[in-house]
Antibody, heavy 127, light 111 residues
Framework: QVQLQESGPGLVQPSEALSLTCTVS??????????WAWIRRPSGKGLEWIGY???????NYNPSLMRRVTLSLDTSENQLSLKMNSVTAADTAVYFC???????????????????WGQGTTVTVSS | DIVLTQSPLSLPVTPGEPASISCRSS???????????LDWYLQKPGQSPQLLIY???NRASGVPDRFSGSGSGTDFTLTIDRVEAEDVGVYYC????????FGQGTKVEIK
């Protein structure tokens, strides 16, 4: 059974960088089948897409975050990572990692959905 | 960006009664293949979100058949035939036509 577990600092100073890690068990981040994603839920708000990464190096980012966010994979540790620069209070949120799985062939490509999620890690940006 | 607008934002429900949530998109979510690039997710209290519906109307594995998705073009609906107490939480639509975006969420609670 695939499990994802986020980890991070909990508290980050404003203007500093945030680094989060998601450890995957029961699957491999180096698999070419799946994409690996990050989503967050800011305090009092709904879900917000951050982006995804694939073992091929393909990435996709939320345009509003892409100048500050970098996603990466560590195949030796079977982890995905998120780094966000210059954080502010608006980045206070619960951060989730999730797996994008191909569920249906749709013409020449496959349709992917977020079928496995981590439990989330809370990040507070405050001095 | 494609903007998704959900309504209502809060939905008190009675167990055993039907319930529906609307999701309207600022652009069509239907590809030339006819597929609808829309998912529905439910975040139950204290849990991570879970996939309910993909491609507009396909139930994910293990999802009860009281949940159904419908719609076309820019207007979509998630319907619960007979609400159960375990269905409370926040429901989100998410478009996959372009870089993914979520609706604001609809909080479903028991009356």
């Amino acid at each position: 059974q695939v499990q994802l577990q986020e980890s991070g600092p909990g508290l980050v100073q404003p203007s500093e960088a945030l680094s989060l890690t998601c450890t995957v068990s029961g699957d491999s981040v180096s698999s070419n089948t799946y994409y690996w994603a990050w989503i967050r839920r800011p305090s009092g708000k709904g879900l917000e897409w951050i982006g995804y990464i694939h073992n091929s190096g393909s990435t996709n980012y939320n345009p509003s975050l892409m100048r500050r966010v970098t996603l990466s994979l560590d195949t030796s540790e079977n982890q995905l990572s998120l780094k966000m620069n210059s954080v502010t209070a608006a980045d206070t949120a619960v951060y989730f990692c999730a797996r994008l799985t191909p569920l249906r062939r749709t013409g020449l490509t496959y349709y992917h959905s977020l079928d496995v999620w981590g439990q989330g890690t809370t990040v507070t940006v405050s001095s | 960006d494609i903007v998704l607008t959900q309504s209502p934002l809060s939905l008190p429900v009675t167990p055993g009664e039907p319930a529906s949530i609307s999701c309207r998109s600022s652009q069509s979510l239907v590809r030339s293949t006819g597929y609808i690039y829309l998912d529905w997710y439910l975040q139950k209290p204290g849990q991570s979100p879970q996939l309910l519906i993909y491609l507009g109307s396909n139930r994910a594995s293990g999802v009860p058949d009281r949940f159904s998705g419908s719609g076309s073009g820019t207007d979509f609906t998630l319907t619960i035939d007979r609400v159960e107490a375990e269905d409370v939480g926040v429901y989100y639509c998410m478009q996959t036509q372009e870089t993914r975006t979520f609706g604001q969420g609809t909080k479903v609670e028991i009356k």
